[in-house]
């Protein structure tokens, strides 16, 4: 089970940190992801991290602003987002699978957490 948490209202240009604890089983040999879906649109991928913290893949447009990382001995990993825009308000994902951009390798979703941007 993912549990993700952090999500809240921010204003433009503000910033928030996203949690996803994981627990049940042990996620430390899992790749884990954080996708978004925003309203009227499909879900997609944000950013994902490779079982051991080593490897990060970001979509472009989060690039240099938003940070993945995972505590393996808490079975937690994080999203740090700064300079957050209006048109990332969505609900965030977190995934765990295999490492890849695509939803269908992730086996493991949490229920999603949402993100507000105002302007």
């Known amino acids: 089970q993912l549990q993700a948490s952090g999500g809240g209202l921010v204003q433009a240009g503000g910033s928030l940190r996203l949690s996803c604890v994981a627990s049940?089983?042990?996620?430390?040999?899992?790749?884990m992801a954080w996708f978004r879906q925003a309203p009227g649109k499909e879900r997609e991928f944000v950013v994902g991290?490779?079982?051991?913290?080593?490897?990060?893949r970001y979509a472009d447009p989060v690039k240099g602003r938003f940070t993945i990382s995972r505590d393996n001995a808490k079975n937690t990993v994080y999203l740090q987002m700064n300079s957050l825009k209006p048109e990332e308000t969505a609900v965030y994902y977190c995934?765990?699978?295999?490492?890849?951009?695509?939803?269908?390798?992730?086996?493991?979703w949490g229920q999603g957490t949402q993100v507000t941007v105002s302007s």
């Open positions: 995934a765990a699978g295999a490492y890849s951009l695509r939803e269908k390798m992730y086996t493991y």
């Open positions: 049940g089983r042990t996620f430390s040999s899992y790749a």
């Open positions: 991290i490779n079982w051991s913290g080593d490897t990060t």
